[in-house]
């Protein structure tokens, strides 16, 4: 069985309640939208009439109406509300009902839970405070989902990258377990215009990079050489279809001035460039080249883990 996790699916921004949002997420088709309270409502993206996608529907104040026969679904249970041309004394029957998620949304974001169990622990995207511009995003990046997690720990510099900054292969200490999370640091230092050496010993940066043990919530953070955050980003991942991986992102600059960076990445920062991007297009022979190292101990550490849903007499 499945048990179930808090997943972060969608940015709030693009979740309203004109047009409804198809995403796919730990492999489940599920249509975004908002109810009349402005609430985030998801729901399976079947129609239980004849499994045609929900998202091309459209949103009425009595929930998501399916774009082929105009039957409706409240957001909050499923329950079919309302079918065009019922006769006056017939009522809908019970079994009409689209399969809905539980969902919360903080830190803009939008998390549904999948998966069994009642929905419990904290959201994925609880630590995520941005302090400062906040840079979003969303993509489908071309690398499988378990790939895009290794890769985030043996290679990050194939998935993001931070405006002036050169991620390196040293590693600072083994990767380590803290609240349900694998973290690993990882040395970096300031691009300049000179040839790079090919070993740096001298760090005065760090880039962080905390994973989950169960769902898709990956927090990677520039840091100086004192842990003090620079840029922090918080990304939700999961499954998308055929071997790819859906992303959303928030991240943002620490509002206080930087002393020891160079004057470019400071005038980079003053002209309000964004400090760090994250990759739609995966470079497969760079991940190729990586060495699989700290994300053994990922995959070992996920497949242990106890999800917090599980019932209790399975958790002894
Ligand atoms: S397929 Fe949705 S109402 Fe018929």
Redesign the pocket.
Known sequence: MHYGNWWTVALSESVNDERPLAVVCDGEEIVLFRGPGGEACALEDR?P????PLALGVVKPGGLQ?G????TFDGATGACTAIPNLHVDERVPPRYAARAYSVAEGQGFVHVWIGAGAPSGELPSAAYLAAGREFTGTAIANIAYDEYLAVMLDGPQCLLAFDGVRITDFFLGDARTEEGRIVLDRGAVWKTGMLPPAFVTDHPLIVRTTLPLAGGGIRVELLTADEEAVVTVFIGASANRRGTTSLCWRGYLQPRRLQAAPLRWSAARAAGRRPFRVAHAVDGAAIAALLVAPSRELAAARAGHVPASLPAQRQA
């Open positions: 129609c009439h004849r499994r045609v399916c082929y026969h105009g039957w």
